[in-house]
Every structure is written in structure tokens, then in C-alpha cells.
């Protein structure tokens, strides 16, 4: 150990940084750290109800979470108020996903989606290998005092971070996605919250869920670990980003040969998915296309027969670089 600390005073001695100044970095990074794993702990365990607007380009939309933490369960409801109506209900690993303008009710078990104030991943240790962590002062959102904590990335391949986290609770009550100019690509930010109060049940429960029973389509999700001996292959990874999960999700009658295959990579705050799908028949093309959304950008591909999309809140040319290495093993 000792050995280590002075191999490390010099390298920072030679890079301009004296061994205090070194010091204090590492304490910095460290501070940040710990403020995201209070994040990390803090969505999981905090029972709130509270209203969030999300915001991307000049896209806006307004949404009413109640989450219900008990017992080491968890229970959510997420109404989106704005344009079409959505309800998303969560119990533990089972998400319901309520479409009443379709009149279609989407069942899914280990969702891999992750909803705010709850975005950061597991594995938070190798953030600092990645990104610049420091933890600076004190503002208010929604009426609560809190630290903010910016995350610099140190290469091209993901965005900066601004996060503002309440200091007593450790809730993420707002959160930017940043360019490399600083421009906000995409924001989510509470505008009314309330931590630790009663949530009474008939907050959790959907408010379609009686007109479901008559006539809505019902669509669960059979979802399976997906082995190694899949026939794609990512020849161009990510640094830093690894594997959360590789999922086969089939609906209905569907084989197991005309699923869709799911992957998502994450750095612990950053997360990308990727789909493949077989083409539906010979006519079927595809398409080839590539599209930005505010931070969020999507490459569509098509290879042997099957469609391929690439999408996540990462820069484009990241996502464009790991859309090109996909491939057919052996080919």
C-alpha cells in the first residue's frame, strides 16, 4: 500500500498535481461517490409521491409518481399526464404498462426499465474510472435544499451528468444530460415532492385497471436468459460499459426463434439497449436509418434477415460505433 500512495504522489507530481492536491481530488471523487450510492439507495428504500416534468429538446412531459417502500417491497404508480394517457404500475420485478388509447395492457416480469429518481445501475465503484466526480454546493429544488453533484466524462463515448440530490434524504430530485459544450440535452426535475408521508393504497392502484377486465388486449412478456451461444456477436465495445442483462422476450404464441432479443449495457449511470428481431418475411426490408432525440440516439440496422436497433442516452457517434460492430458469429 505504501508503495502504491508514492507511485501515485509521483505520477501526479510528473501530470503538475503536488501530492496535496492529488489528496484532495481523490477526496472529491470519493465524496461524489458516496452521494451516488446514497442516490442509489435512496430510490429503492424512501416511500414519495411527488410530480416530475421531463424535458428533451422542445418536448416536455409532466408525470405523477407515488412509490411505496415496505418491507423490502416496493410498490409504484406512474400516471403521465401530459398528450396520450400512460399508467405504469410496479410491483417489485412485475411492470403493468397501461395504454388506453390502444386499449392494451403491457405485462413484463425483471423489467430492466429504470424510471426517475431511481437511474442509477448497480456497480457504481468504476464511475470514477469514467467520469470526473465532484460534489459541489447547495441549491433548492422543489422546495428542498439540495447538493449538486456534476459527473465530466473523460472520453467521447458518454455525456455529462448534473444531479441534484436532497441532503437529508438522498433522493435525486433532478437530473441533467449535458454535452461536451454544456448544452442541457435532456432534464428531469421534481416540481412538487413529498418524502416519508402515508401513501394511502388506492394511490397504487391503476386507474384503468376495471376497464381492462372488458375488452383490452392483454400482452405479457415471457422473458428467458439468453445463453452464449446466441449467433451475434459486439465487436465494438464500449469502454466501461458492461452487460446488465441478455433477455429472449416473446409475446403470446410467438417461437423462440421469431422473439426478440434484448441486451442492455450501463456504466453504473449511462445505459444503452440493443434489439434484434427477425424481419416478419422475405418482402420485409427493414430499415436503415439513424435519428438524435435530445441526448437520446437510435441506429437501426438490418442484417441477415433480422432488424437490429441501437438506442440509448448516449453521444451519437457512440452509438453508431457499437451499431457497426454488430455481426453473425463466424461471418
Not at 502504491?4 to 481530488?25: H, I, K, V
Not at 452464449?228 to 409475446?251: H, I, M, Q, S, Y
Request: aromatic letters at 8%; hydrophobic letters at 40%; charged letters at 25%.
Amino acid at each position: 500500500m505504501r508503495r502504491l500512495t508514492l507511485l501515485c504522489c509521483l505520477w501526479a507530481a510528473a501530470g503538475g498535481l503536488s501530492p496535496l492536491a492529488w489528496g484532495q481530488t481523490i477526496a472529491i471523487q470519493n465524496e461524489g461517490l458516496q452521494w451516488l450510492q446514497r442516490i442509489s439507495v435512496a430510490a429503492e428504500t424512501l416511500s414519495y409521491t411527488g410530480t416530475f416534468v421531463y424535458r428533451s429538446g422542445n418536448r416536455s412531459e409532466t408525470s405523477r409518481i407515488a412509490h411505496l417502500a415496505s418491507q423490502g417491497r416496493q410498490s409504484e404508480r406512474l400516471e403521465v399526464l401530459d398528450g396520450s394517457p400512460r399508467e405504469v404500475i410496479r410491483q417489485d420485478d412485475e411492470v403493468s404498462c397501461y395504454l388506453p388509447e390502444n386499449r392494451l395492457v403491457i405485462i413484463e416480469q425483471r423489467s430492466v426499465r429504470r424510471n426517475f429518481p431511481a437511474l442509477l445501475a448497480s456497480g457504481l465503484g468504476d464511475l470514477h474510472d469514467h467520469y470526473l466526480i465532484r460534489s459541489g454546493g447547495s441549491e433548492r429544488v422543489a422546495g428542498f435544499e439540495c447538493r449538486t453533484i456534476r459527473l465530466e466524462p473523460r472520453d467521447t463515448w458518454r455525456y455529462g451528468h448534473r444531479l441534484w440530490v436532497d441532503s437529508a434524504s438522498g433522493l435525486l430530485l433532478r437530473a441533467d444530460i449535458v454535452d461536451a459544450q454544456g448544452n442541457v440535452l435532456e432534464s428531469m426535475a421534481f416540481t412538487d415532492l413529498r418524502i416519508g408521508e402515508p401513501i394511502p393504497p388506492e394511490m397504487l392502484v391503476p386507474k384503468y385497471k376495471a376497464a381492462a377486465k372488458e375488452n383490452w388486449r392483454i400482452r405479457q412478456a415471457r422473458l428467458s436468459d439468453l445463453r452464449d451461444d446466441v449467433p451475434w456477436v459486439f465487436r465494438n465495445e464500449l469502454p466501461g460499459f458492461r452487460k446488465l442483462t441478455a433477455l429472449r422476450r416473446a409475446f403470446g404464441n410467438e417461437s423462440k426463434e421469431t422473439a426478440m432479443l434484448h441486451w442492455v449495457f450501463s456504466d453504473g449511470l449511462a445505459a444503452f439497449s440493443v434489439f434484434i428481431s427477425p424481419l416478419s418475411s422475405p418482402q420485409d426490408r427493414g430499415e436503415e436509418s439513424f435519428r438524435t432525440m435530445g441526448a437520446m440516439s437510435v441506429a437501426k440496422r438490418v442484417l441477415d434477415g433480422h432488424q437490429i436497433v441501437v438506442m440509448g442516452d448516449l453521444p451519437p457517434a457512440a452509438i453508431r460505433h457499437f451499431a457497426v460492430g454488430i455481426g453473425v458469429r463466424g461471418q
